[in-house]
C-alpha cells in the first residue's frame, strides 16, 4: 500500500520508450485504472500541466521520439527540476522490446518506423535506441514487452500501478424482474425465485423488499440463510479478484419474478455485507415501482 504522504502528492507518471513496444497500451490501461492520460505531449510544456492550480491530480504523460521538441538530455533536467519540488511525485517507465520482436510489429502492422521513411526498419530502430539510451538508463521503471502479449502487459501495468490507482472498481448491486427481461450488462445473476413469494401474502402484496415486513417473511424462508451466505462467501471471494485483473465495473444482480419483493431485498441485504467488506456497491432497483400484478407472478402453488 502507499503511504499517506505519497497519495496527498499530485502523481506524474512520464511513459516513454521504444516505438512499438506498447506505449498506447500501457496509457489506455492506466486510464482505466483512473490516471488522466495524454500522449505525444510536448514534454517542455510540462510546466503548464502540474502544480497547485492543476485540474489532474492523477496524470500519465506519453512522449517518445516523435514528440515536438523531444531531446532526452533536456527532458531529464527538466524532470529533475521537478523531483525537487515535495508537492509533486514524478515517476518515469521506460517500455523496451528487442530489436527482432520490434522489426515483426512494424513488418505486421506494414508501419513506416520515424526514424527510417527510406531505410529499413532495422535502422531506425538502432537510431532510436542510441536517441532513448540516457532516458533507459535514467528512467525509474523499465518494462520489456519482447516476450508480451497485450494482456500481459496490460496486468503488469496494473501489478506495477494499479495499487496506487485513484480508481476504485465500481461495484452495483440490482435487483430486476424476470418477467421484464434480464439486465444485459449484469456479470452475476443470482434467480431468487425459489424463495416463498411475499407477494400472495395479502398484508404484503403492495409492500416491497424495502418494508420489514416483507423481509421479515423472507428471513424466515428455511433455505434463506444458507443460501445467503453461500452468494456473501462468492462475492466477497470473487470481487477482490476482478479488481486484480483491472475490471473497471462489476453489476451484481438479483432477480425474482416481478422484481418487487424478494430480489429488492436481497440486493439491500447483500450492499450492506459489500459495504461492511470494504467496498462502496451502488444499489439499483430496475422495477421497484411496477405494479403488482397476478399475471406478472403467476399461479400461486397450494
Known amino acids: 500500500m502507499a503511504d499517506t504522504a505519497s497519495l496527498a502528492r499530485q502523481r506524474i ?64 533536467e527538466q524532470v529533475k527540476s521537478m523531483v525537487d519540488d515535495e508537492d509533486i511525485a514524478v515517476t518515469t517507465l521506460f517500455l523496451d522490446c528487442a ?28 537510431a532510436e535506441r542510441e536517441l532513448l539510451s540516457p532516458l533507459r538508463r535514467w528512467a525509474d521503471a523499465l518494462i520489456d514487452t519482447t516476450d508480451f502479449t497485450t494482456n500481459d502487459l496490460k496486468q503488469t501495468i496494473r501489478d506495477q500501478f494499479g495499487q496506487t490507482a485513484p480508481r476504485e472498481m465500481t461495484v452495483t448491486v440490482s435487483s430486476f424482474g424476470f418477467s421484464r427481461g434480464m439486465p444485459p450488462t449484469a456479470d452475476l445473476v443470482f434467480d431468487m425465485r425459489f424463495l416463498d413469494n411475499p407477494h400472495w401474502q395479502e398484508d404484503l402484496r403492495e409492500q416491497t423488499g424495502l418494508d420489514a415486513p416483507v423481509g421479515e417473511f423472507i428471513e424466515k424462508s428455511a433455505v434463506f ?51 461492511d467488506g470494504g467496498f462502496s456497491p451502488t444499489v439499483l432497483h430496475r422495477n421497484l415501482g411496477s405494479r403488482a400484478a397476478e399475471l406478472v407472478e403467476g399461479t400461486q402453488h397450494p
Open 225 to 275: 440463510a444458507s443460501t445467503f451466505d453461500k452468494i456473501r462467501s462468492l462475492l466477497l471471494e470473487l470481487l477482490p479478484r476482478y479488481a486484480d485483473q483491472g475490471k473497471a465495473y462489476v453489476n451484481i444482480a438479483f432477480g425474482c419474478t416481478g422484481g418487487r419483493h424478494r430480489s429488492v431485498y436481497t440486493a439491500e441485504k447483500m450492499a450492506q455485507v459489500l459495504r
Open 99 to 126: 530489436g527482432h520482436e520490434l522489426e515483426r510489429r512494424f513488418n505486421e502492422t506494414r508501419r513506416r518506423h520515424f526514424l527510417a521513411q527510406d531505410l529499413p526498419v532495422s535502422s531506425g530502430i538502432a
Open 13 to 76: 507518471l512520464l511513459v516513454t520508450g521504444m516505438l512499438g513496444a506498447g506505449k498506447s497500451t500501457a496509457l489506455r490501461e492506466l486510464e482505466d485504472l483512473g490516471w488522466e492520460s495524454i500522449d505525444n505531449f510536448p514534454i517542455r510544456l510540462l510546466d503548464r500541466l502540474i502544480g497547485p492550480d492543476s485540474e489532474s491530480f492523477s496524470l500519465a504523460i506519453g512522449f517518445d521520439c516523435r514528440t515536438r521538441g523531444f531531446v532526452p538530455s533536456e527532458v531529464i
